[in-house]
């Protein structure tokens, strides 16, 4: 997951310093796309704390006294799915599903056409960039 990490805006970086990867998650899914005023107390606080943890919410409101903006993270989210999708397909194979098996599967699971799933499946990464293997090497 460090890819995906290195992909976020630097706030959401340190916010993942502070309260881990999976309460930042929970965070941009609940939060995503706003501006989250900390609170120590009141129905904002417990939400938060609802949400990610009583102890990530702490360190969070802790550190940030001002408000902070909740980033969608797309980018992140996007290679996350994608190294759940390239690891899970690599399993199933490894089981013995044939990759029409695969793709068919992963589409239904991730709910992306199989021709999405089978141009993600043959991109490789090489050192944090995604190169089509279709392509070769350009440069």
Known sequence: ?????????????LVVQLIGLPATLKLVEEYGGTTLW?????ANAAHLAEVIG????????THFKDPIYIA??????MAIEHDAIRAEGDALEAAGASAREAV????????????????????????????????????
């Open 104 to 139: 068919a599967a992963l589409a239904r699971k991730f709910r992306h056409s199989d021709s999405y799933i089978w141009r993600l499946r043959k991109r490789v990464s090489h050192g944090g960039a995604v190169v089509d293997t279709a392509q070769g090497q350009l440069f």
């Open 38 to 42: 900390p609170a120590r107390t009141g």
């Open 1 to 13: 997951m460090k890819l995906a990490v290195d992909l976020l805006p630097p706030t959401m970086q």
């Open 72 to 77: 969608l993270c797309r980018a992140a989210l």
């Open 54 to 61: 009583e102890t990530a919410a702490r360190a969070l409101v």
